[in-house]
């Protein structure tokens, strides 16, 4: 995923990552309803904790998935 995305790939503390990105995306949506205009960063930053990075993008590889976008 490194060398696809070009960038490093971090595991999150969180062992459910799907089901906390959609609670996530509840609440900034709630927010939202209520007439509090908030970026999803702004939730992100506070709610997100990083564990460990998993993989760094392999440069020559990174080129070679770029060169096919």
């Given at each position: ?45 506070d ?23």
């Amino acid at each position: 995923m490194a060398d696809i995305l070009g960038t490093p790939v971090a595991t999150l503390q969180e062992q459910e990552a799907a089901a906390y990105g959609a609670a996530l995306q509840t609440i900034w949506t709630y927010q939202r309803e209520h007439g509090r205009t908030v970026a999803i960063t702004e939730i992100t930053n506070d709610m997100v904790k990083k564990d460990k990075l998993a993989a760094e993008p392999n440069p020559d590889k990174a080129r070679i998935y770029a060169a096919l976008q």
